[in-house]
């Protein structure tokens, strides 16, 4: 009992540090809030039902949207810790040891846990959505993904009070990673957590090619997908060849780590390098899994709130194939000054810098786009906007990077720092929210509050340059990434860094009390087309949007389908030709297959057989259930349809 | 949506929408699959002569026994191709002898493969002794390891179609299976190749 006692405190709850025991309590009176608020609502049956079980692609778009959410909360407060330690020199808000951990969690949650379910919560929704098609191809298989990911989101974000966070950063490098040198469950709740969330990705990709490839609506060809579509597939195609990578990556270090093989470790000759190298080779092409949906989103924006088709539309389309490639072409830059030689290195600056070429195209169709165009300023267009030329110094700044001569005077500083996150915050982040105001109002059947939507844009976007801007001339003067205390010369810049954290912050609070707001306050929308300049045929259904979403479509012979219905006053339900509907049903397999897959993985975290074994066998076991459930989906009546559609546009059901 | 896209003619695995996403939607696995498989060759590739203390390979890999592995896993590709031959031809009977005589032809090579890995380990080779040996079991383990979940699927399709017959739902099911282990099989040639061949000669 006393061993237990000891392991259970000195090892498996994380103890010693006010901070995480104030993390603890807030996490139990969250979860205690969350439970009885379901309790007393008798929630628990309508979220089973409703959402966990789910095999809507809208409703699953919208729990991986509010699990981003969630996330960017908790990297955004990772990340004011390390701009309040680094603020002043000789700060003692946290030790090395803690903020190693603190930059690893930011760094993988923003990537993994944020930036991508933001991104393929609004593919969910938005796909099918924009290619007139009921669902995705495999809806089952979607649920599974959400789960996958939610459960390995699980894993890898209790490792903070149970067991202790990884610290080896974001990129894990061996033998800084391995277990001589960092013995206990901390890196294998990396290794395993970031596995079990890759699983759905992958299984995401898989299921966008289907869907994109095979369930567009008649006379909605390759070239007339809409654009956000194209990036869809594009970057799924990217998941589908990157992520296998990362997987064998992880599971490599994971047999190193708890099997005792030699592959990255310094005995038995293993080669700590190929580390490096596995993981680069999954994780540039990763930078733009996370960019070209971004870029997609901006170009429904632009193109919508200019009132103009997309320019050049063919150039964007090839130039995001053309940085899909190159993507897998360019692994080596993250390393530049780990030994690779000058021939290696001169070729990989070449790709490198080749990658601004088709990003630089896009930039021009964007510009086009605009241009003569009856332009007007609602908050998705406001970051839309912002995010051009913002997303142009962090790419300019980039290229000064990929010459590898001059990285050897700019590699591990704050200049990088400040580069990655010009693209990553005014690419991927200003999509995120661009996006999200877009299609809110198809979402939940209200607009976000403009006003408070402004609000928020100014701060984050002035706050965003206060802080990173000064990185950059940080990294010139010689501050080191990852340092956890200052030098006193660096003090002015890092402290308005710091500033320009808060007030991102304060930013991200007026959206958060948006959201509030505008459930509260928010006129109804009462027709399909909320911005009423809609083009994608997403802004043809009607909201809400029934569980089908489309009653009916008709022949598309053009590019932006919906512009061309609303000239010629179609709808999407046209009476004459509604026939019964074929959906499929919920499933609770999903929920269980990855719960018992968590088990497993928690179980090896702390190499622990005797859970990791019931856990995978759980696991084949329902795998085994699945396999004999030949649920065939149910049927709407088509006067179920008359019914929900005519209510939707306010007609009389006679 | 789904009325006017089933086919009465053709392969019974094509003729539903859901049939043709499923395989296609298998394809892009398998491609996914290469790409897994890719990288654990390479990491191989790199490994090679690696050995530190351990026994070098040339030493310890057996011709004979990763011969007749090889036999095995070959000819059950060919007995199910033919039962996805006896599936199109709608033979019930067919399609479950041909599969049986697949996954009993697939359990030899695994047991062949346990064999091996026994014998190796005994002669102090084992997954931790080298990097090399460390490269070496997981990639015949990840081949291994595929090669038994799908004797485990092909239990419960077998299964399956006992208690449904041949219907274009478990049509689809055994053709995917086909997929699967066809694809093993390429994946275990370039491992007999690039690792057993290569190996003896050093």
């Known amino acids: 009992m006393e061993a237990f006692l000891d392991f259970f405190f000195g090892e498996f709850l994380v103890t010693g540090q006010p901070l995480i025991y104030g993390a603890m309590v807030s996490i139990a009176l969250g979860s205690i809030t969350v439970i009885a608020v379901l309790t007393y609502f008798k929630a628990w049956g309508w979220l089973w039902r409703e959402y966990i079980t789910s095999v809507d692609h809208k409703k699953i778009g919208i729990m991986y949207i509010i699990a981003a959410i969630v996330m960017f909360v908790r990297g955004g407060i990772d990340a004011m810790m390390m701009r309040i330690q680094t603020s002043l020199p000789g700060m003692t808000f946290l030790d090395s040891q803690h903020y190693n951990e603190i930059f690893t969690t930011h760094g993988t949650i923003m990537i993994i846990f944020m930036a991508m379910p933001f991104l393929i919560g609004l593919m969910n929704f938005a796909v099918p959505l924009q290619i007139g098609a009921r669902d995705v191809a495999f809806p089952f298989f979607n649920n599974l993904s959400f789960w996958s990911f939610a459960f390995g989101l699980a894993l890898f974000n209790i490792s903070f009070i149970i067991g202790g966070s990884p610290d080896a950063g974001w990129t894990n490098y061996a033998p800084m990673a391995g277990a001589e040198l960092n013995p206990g469950p901390a890196i294998n709740y990396y290794l395993l957590g970031l596995q079990l969330s890759g699983i759905g990705t992958l299984g995401t990709g898989i299921n966008f090619i289907v869907t994109i490839l095979k369930m567009r609506a008649p006379g909605i060809t390759m070239m007339r997908l809409p654009i956000f579509t194209w990036s869809t597939l594009i970057t799924a195609l990217i998941i589908v060849f990157a992520f296998p990578i990362l997987t064998v990556a992880l599971a490599l270090m994971t047999l190193d780590r708890i099997f005792g093989a030699k592959l990255f470790t310094l005995a038995g000759e293993g080669m700590p390098m190929m580390w490096a190298n596995l993981f680069w080779l999954w994780g540039h092409p990763e930078v733009y899994i996370v960019i070209l949906p971004a870029f997609g989103i901006f170009s429904e924006v632009i193109s919508t709130f200019a009132r103009k088709q997309l320019f050049g539309y063919k150039a964007m389309v090839y130039a995001m194939v053309i940085i899909a490639l190159l993507s897998f072409l360019v692994w080596v830059h993250h390393f530049f000054t780990m030994g690779a030689g000058g021939g290696v290195n001169s070729f990989f600056s070449i790709t490198t810098m080749l990658i601004a070429v088709p990003t630089g195209v896009k930039i021009f169709n964007w510009l086009g786009t605009m241009y003569r165009g009856r332009i007007t300023f609602e908050t998705p267009m406001l970051w839309a906007l912002a995010f051009i030329p913002n997303f142009v110094i962090g790419g300019v700044t980039g290229v000064m990077l990929a010459m590898a001569a001059a990285d050897y005077q700019y590699h591990n500083t704050y200049f990088l720092v400040a580069h990655f996150h010009y693209v990553l915050i005014a690419g991927t982040v200003f999509g995120c929210f661009s996006g999200l105001i877009f299609w809110y109002p198809k979402m939940f059947g209200h607009k976000l509050n403009e006003k408070l939507g402004k609000i928020f844009f100014w701060l984050f976007m002035i706050g965003f340059n206060v802080c990173f801007l000064p990185m950059y001339f940080l990294g010139f003067a010689g501050m080191p990434r990852r340092t956890y205390t200052i030098e006193p010369e660096w003090m002015p810049l890092s402290l308005t860094a710091t500033a320009g954290a808060f007030m991102m912050a304060a930013g991200f609070a007026v959206f958060v009390y948006s959201i509030y707001y505008s459930f509260r306050y928010a006129e109804r929308e009462t027709q399909g087309d909320s911005w009423g300049v809609g083009r994608t045929l997403d802004w043809a259904t009607a909201t809400p949007i029934p569980f089908y979403n489309f009653a009916t479509l008709p022949e598309f012979d053009s590019k932006d389908a919906y512009v061309g219905m609303k000239d010629k006053g179609e709808t999407t339900y046209d009476k004459s030709k509604v026939e019964e509907i074929h959906m499929p049903s919920n499933s609770g397999l999903p929920f269980f297959m990855m719960l018992a897959l968590f088990i497993a993985s928690f179980g090896l975290v702390w190499e622990w057989f005797w859970m990791a074994i019931p856990g995978l066998i759980m696991f084949f076991i329902v795998m085994g259930i699945r396999s004999f459930d030949y649920n065939e989906g149910f049927h709407v009546s088509t006067k179920e349809i008359h019914e929900i559609e005519q209510a939707a546009r306010g007609e009389d059901s006679k | ?202």
């Not at chain 2, 896993?73 to 039962?83: K, R």
């Open chain 2, 1 to 202: 949506m789904s009325a006017h896209t089933e086919a009465t003619t053709g392969p019974m695995e094509y003729r539903t929408q859901e049939g043709r996403m499923n395989i296609l939607g298998f394809w892009i696995f398998l491609g996914a699959e290469i790409a897994l498989f890719a990288t654990i060759f390479a990491t191989y590739a790199v490994m090679i002569g690696r050995t530190a203390d351990a026994p070098p390979p040339q030493e310890l890999f057996s011709l004979p026994i990763t011969l007749l592995m090889t036999f095995l896993l070959l000819t059950s590709s060919f007995t199910c191709g033919i039962a996805i031959n006896e599936m199109r031809r709608g033979s019930k009977n067919g399609l479950l002898l041909w599969m049986g005589m697949t996954l009993v032809l697939g359990l030899g090579f695994l047991g062949l493969e346990i064999y091996e890995f026994e014998h190796l380990v005994h002669e102090g080779a084992s997954i931790s002794s080298a990097a090399y040996w460390s490269a070496f079991f997981t990639l015949t383990g990840t081949h291994g390891l595929h090669v038994t979940v799908g004797l485990g699927w092909g239990i419960l399709l077998l299964i399956q179609l006992y208690q449904r017959g041949i219907t274009p739902r478990t049509a689809s099911k055994f053709f995917i299976f086909g997929l699967y282990w066809h694809f093993l099989d390429v994946v275990w040639i370039f491992v007999y190749t690039v690792v057993y061949l290569l190996g003896m000669v050093g």
